[in-house]
């Protein structure tokens, strides 16, 4: 939970005051020369009014170039980031052919499986050659293959379930998934911090939503008790289901789910448990199998696990695992299974390979050895980022970890100067965070190396000093030297 200070605070909406003023001096002045010029708009309604895109206009133009950076190579540790000119003040941004080898802190990269992997690839190829790129059909028509079905069932052994099904993209996952598990007359109970897809996936159900605080279980039991003795709108009616839905690991905090908790309220309610795993599964456990064997939770307590295949996996799609009933029920009822086209073989390949050097059924300790250096590399930059102090949030062995930034000066001075020094990490702003509490996400993988890691670490804490975002006291300064050496 991020507590702003007072004097950060003031800063920070100062800051926000004056591009908000200055932006609508622009406006007006803007309209002032429209209006000589002589405009045919045949009857239509702009598209987009001035109230509605002036956040765009006026403040993320003015530093889109910390954002959307396209790349040159695999994402490993590693990659080449393409540079960029704007010669209309960042209104458009132009591609050179030249490219910056830079540190990879900003890919979801958490086992190293996006780049070239001695037992994944040849297979990968293999089924290109074999499957072609797409199936060019849906699920129900022609684009299962045998491949999606050894998939499935991999999946579902994996997680500890009894079933799982496929989809082609992560985000619609959830969007697409929880309209087909609740509706009218349902209760949706959501972490006010859950992400963008669980929260259209709710507002498209057409059940009530209610919103408990962050991680909070106190709080979670205090809005059941208040919904179940309500009911629902107007009818006081019982609810005809309940759904508390949570993430594993929170993507813009870092922070784990205090699943055990959760699910002790949700067993006590009679409210089904809805896991989110996307940033877990794969990249916690101690063998990878996400928050329920971090946290000691059996998996036939929670009854919707979904996760993705696009962070620990190096691969793109998603999945649900719940009971043969309920997957039986999405198949014949959710539109992402319906309607799209299926994963891509190559693609499905890529996550059967991955779980299978993650398992050992590669025939090697790969898997093993890619998880726990996650977990030593996730802790070890954590600790020294707060020893230089930062605000870091998060929880250790989470690979994600926010460095708070707050003011939006500090966005780009932070971004554009890690840049320079061969240091690519990601930002993130308003409307993904609340105004208030910009910040860059740093995103840690099992390919990082010991020297990665202090390179970075020494370029964040240079431009940290820089740009003034040290907001601790820092520890005496020890040059890791020898937790290098009891390491390596």
Same mark, same amino acid.
């Given at each position: 939970?991020?507590?702003?200070?007072?004097?950060?605070?003031?800063?920070?909406?100062?800051?926000?005051?004056?591009?908000?003023?200055?932006?609508?001096?622009?406006?007006?002045?803007?309209?002032?020369?429209?209006?000589?010029?002589?405009?045919?708009?045949?009857?239509?309604?702009?598209?987009?009014?001035?109230?509605?895109?002036?956040?765009?206009?006026?403040?993320?133009?003015?530093?889109?170039?910390?954002?959307?950076?396209?790349?040159?190579?695999?994402?490993?540790?590693?990659?080449?980031?393409?540079?960029?000119?704007?010669?209309?003040?960042?209104?458009?941004?132009?591609?050179?052919?030249?490219?910056?080898?830079?540190?990879?802190?900003?890919?979801?990269?958490?086992?190293?499986?996006?780049?070239?992997?001695?037992?994944?690839?040849?297979?990968?190829?293999?089924?290109?050659?074999?499957?072609?790129?797409?199936?060019?059909?849906?699920?129900?028509?022609?684009?299962?293959?045998?491949?999606?079905?050894?998939?499935?069932?991999?999946?579902?052994?994996?997680?500890?379930?009894?079933?799982?099904?496929?989809?082609?993209?992560?985000?619609?996952?959830?969007?697409?998934?929880?309209?087909?598990?609740?509706?009218?007359?349902?209760?949706?109970?959501?972490?006010?911090?859950?992400?963008?897809?669980?929260?259209?996936?709710?507002?498209?159900?057409?059940?009530?939503?209610?919103?408990?605080?962050?991680?909070?279980?106190?709080?979670?039991?205090?809005?059941?008790?208040?919904?179940?003795?309500?009911?629902?709108?107007?009818?006081?009616?019982?609810?005809?289901?309940?759904?508390?839905?949570?993430?594993?690991?929170?993507?813009?905090?870092?922070?784990?789910?205090?699943?055990?908790?959760?699910?002790?309220?949700?067993?006590?309610?009679?409210?089904?448990?809805?896991?989110?795993?996307?940033?877990?599964?794969?990249?916690?456990?101690?063998?990878?199998?996400?928050?329920?064997?971090?946290?000691?939770?059996?998996?036939?307590?929670?009854?919707?696990?979904?996760?993705?295949?696009?962070?620990?996996?190096?691969?793109?799609?998603?999945?649900?695992?719940?009971?043969?009933?309920?997957?039986?029920?999405?198949?014949?009822?959710?539109?992402?299974?319906?309607?799209?086209?299926?994963?891509?073989?190559?693609?499905?390949?890529?996550?059967?390979?991955?779980?299978?050097?993650?398992?050992?059924?590669?025939?090697?300790?790969?898997?093993?050895?890619?998880?726990?250096?996650?977990?030593?590399?996730?802790?070890?930059?954590?600790?020294?980022?707060?020893?230089?102090?930062?605000?870091?949030?998060?929880?250790?062995?989470?690979?994600?970890?926010?460095?708070?930034?707050?003011?939006?000066?500090?966005?780009?001075?932070?971004?554009?100067?890690?840049? *320079?020094?061969?240091?690519? $990490?990601?930002?993130?702003? @308003? &409307? /993904?965070? =609340?105004?208030?509490? %910009?910040? #860059?996400?740093?995103?840690?993988?099992?390919?990082?190396?010991?020297?990665?890691?202090?390179?970075?670490?020494?370029?964040?804490? *240079?431009?940290?000093?820089? $740009?003034?975002?040290?907001? @601790? &006291? /820092?520890? =005496?300064?020890?040059? %890791?030297? #020898?937790?290098?050496?009891?390491?390596?």
């Amino acid at each position: 939970m991020v507590r702003l200070p007072y004097t950060t605070a003031l800063t920070t909406l100062f800051s926000y005051g004056l591009l908000f003023a200055f932006g609508q001096l622009r406006d007006f002045f803007r309209k002032l020369i429209d209006w000589f010029r002589a405009k045919d708009v045949k009857g239509y309604a702009p598209i987009c009014l001035g109230l509605e895109d002036f956040y765009v206009r006026r403040l993320y133009l003015r530093i889109q170039d910390c954002f959307g950076r396209p790349i040159a190579s695999a994402p490993d540790s590693w990659f080449d980031v393409v540079e960029r000119y704007s010669n209309d003040s960042n209104k458009t941004l132009q591609r050179t052919s030249n490219t910056s080898r830079c540190l990879n802190l900003g890919s979801y990269n958490y086992l190293g499986f996006a780049a070239a992997d001695e037992y994944c690839t040849p297979l990968v190829i293999e089924s290109l050659k074999k499957y072609s790129p797409s199936t060019c059909s849906v699920r129900v028509d022609g684009g299962t293959t045998k491949l999606h079905t050894e998939l499935e069932e991999l999946v579902a052994r994996f997680v500890g379930k009894p079933s799982a099904i496929l989809f082609g993209m992560g985000y619609v996952t959830n969007s697409a998934i929880i309209p087909c598990l609740v509706g009218k007359g349902g209760l949706i109970i959501s972490d006010s911090l859950n992400h963008n897809s669980i929260v259209n996936g709710a507002r498209g159900s057409g059940a009530t939503v209610r919103v408990f605080q962050h991680n909070s279980p106190a709080h979670l039991e205090e809005v059941l008790r208040e919904q179940i003795a309500c009911g629902q709108p107007r009818t006081h009616r019982p609810w005809k289901k309940i759904i508390v839905i949570v993430e594993g690991i929170y993507s813009m905090e870092g922070e784990l789910c205090k699943l055990p908790e959760v699910i002790a309220v949700c067993k006590k309610y009679k409210a089904y448990t809805y896991l989110d795993e996307a940033h877990s599964i794969g990249a916690v456990g101690q063998s990878g199998r996400g928050v329920c064997e971090l946290l000691g939770v059996d998996p036939a307590d929670v009854d919707i696990m979904m996760g993705t295949f696009t962070k620990s996996f190096g691969s793109c799609g998603g999945y649900i695992a719940a009971s043969k009933e309920i997957i039986q029920h999405l198949k014949l009822s959710c539109p992402a299974h319906l309607y799209a086209t299926s994963m891509s073989p190559p693609a499905v390949q890529q996550v059967i390979s991955a779980i299978k050097v993650i398992l050992g059924e590669d025939g090697s300790n790969r898997g093993a050895q890619k998880i726990a250096r996650i977990r030593e590399n996730s802790n070890f930059f954590r600790s020294e980022l707060k020893k230089m102090g930062f605000e870091v949030l998060g929880d250790n062995d989470s690979p994600v970890m926010p460095i708070m930034l707050y003011n939006p000066a500090k966005i780009p001075a932070f971004s554009r100067e890690c840049l *320079r020094q061969k240091v690519a $990490v990601v930002t993130v702003a @308003f &409307p /993904a965070t =609340p105004l208030l509490l %910009a910040r #860059a996400r740093i995103c840690i993988s099992a390919s990082h190396t010991r020297e990665d890691l202090i390179k970075a670490l020494d370029v964040i804490s *240079r431009v940290g000093d820089l $740009v003034g975002i040290k907001y @601790f &006291p /820092a520890e =005496p300064p020890k040059i %890791a030297e #020898a937790d290098h050496d009891k390491l390596e």
